[in-house]
């Protein structure tokens, strides 16, 4: 695992819910990540390093997730982002640029939405569910070819996430995230947005990016070639410089597009 400099974490209770926050790094950006189903904020460790060259990064375990309590209740999206941004306005964070990966995407539009004073931007990191593919049995199938196309070192960490999770509350939140429509929430949001995918991700194909950012024009779509699902692992310094700059030039032709 990579270790981030400085890092402190703590947690913390938000209405009856626990999530972990780990911070690190010092500067006037402030980063919120949010990471994806089943998963914890350990993928994002790499892409942390890099952010906190260049400001304050918080990366947030979701109640159920990296070994926290399982909520008693069931939860939609909207639930996680209300539970994310009461974590933020506790710990007195925002602004944020809001940084979500796969599900963390759908979370941190719902976020958006829901508080826009508190977003400076938001980086969705090949976000699903690929309307096109939005079943259970599909995405079970994308995921699976996904993990030919990682590294060792993410597949040994989305496993052992995945079974500190477990299968009920992986379960208990599926459906949420299939009904979720964000090719028709993105379209409320009132800050820059930046789309980035591997080239090579088969759960969120390149046609789908470009859908969600012509419901919100001005949103970018870039391609960080040569990766799958979690480019940021293996990829964070490109990763890194596209969500230092939410608002850039549109990048589908500049970072590739490998299929």
């Known amino acids: 695992m990579v270790k981030v400099p400085g890092e402190t974490a703590r947690q913390l209770t938000i209405d009856g819910c626990r999530l972990r926050l780990r911070t690190a790094g010092i500067g006037p950006e402030v980063f919120v990540l949010v990471h994806g189903i089943g998963v914890s904020a350990r993928y994002f460790e790499p892409l942390a390093v890099e952010l906190a060259r260049h400001g304050t990064v918080h990366l947030v375990d979701l109640p159920g997730h990296g070994g926290l309590p399982r909520p008693d209740r069931a939860m939609d999206l909207v639930d ?4 994310v941004h009461g974590a933020m306005t506790e710990l007195g ?17 719902e976020l958006a939405l829901l508080h826009p004073e508190a977003a400076s931007a938001l980086v ?17 199938l994308r ?22 999770c477990g299968p009920r509350w992986y379960l208990t939140l599926l459906p949420a995230l299939l009904r979720h429509r964000p090719e028709d929430r993105i379209a409320g949001v009132r800050v820059p947005v ?39 692992f293996r990829s964070p310094k490109p990763v890194a410089e596209l969500c230092l700059a939410p608002a850039g030039p549109r990048g589908d032709a500049a970072v590739g597009d490998r299929p």
Not at 80 to 83: G, K, M, P, S
Not at 126 to 131: L, T
Not at 198 to 216: F, H, K, Q, T
Request: charged content about 20%; aromatic content about 6%; hydrophobic content about 45%.
């Open 80 to 83: 996680l982002a209300r539970l």
């Open 93 to 109: 964070i925002g602004p944020a640029v809001l940084v979500g990966h796969s599900m963390g995407c759908q979370v941190v539009t």
């Open 124 to 140: 969705l990191l090949a976000p699903s569910a690929n309307r096109h593919e939005r079943t259970a049995w599909k995405q079970g």
């Open 143 to 164: 995921l699976f070819q996904d993990a030919f196309r990682e590294p060792l070192a993410v597949d040994v960490i989305e496993i052992t996430d995945y079974l500190r």
């Open 194 to 232: 930046r789309i980035i995918r591997g080239s090579r991700d088969p759960i969120v194909p390149l046609y789908w990016c470009r859908e969600l950012a012509d419901a919100l024009p001005g949103t970018t779509v870039d391609n960080i070639d040569g990766e799958g699902h979690v480019m940021m």
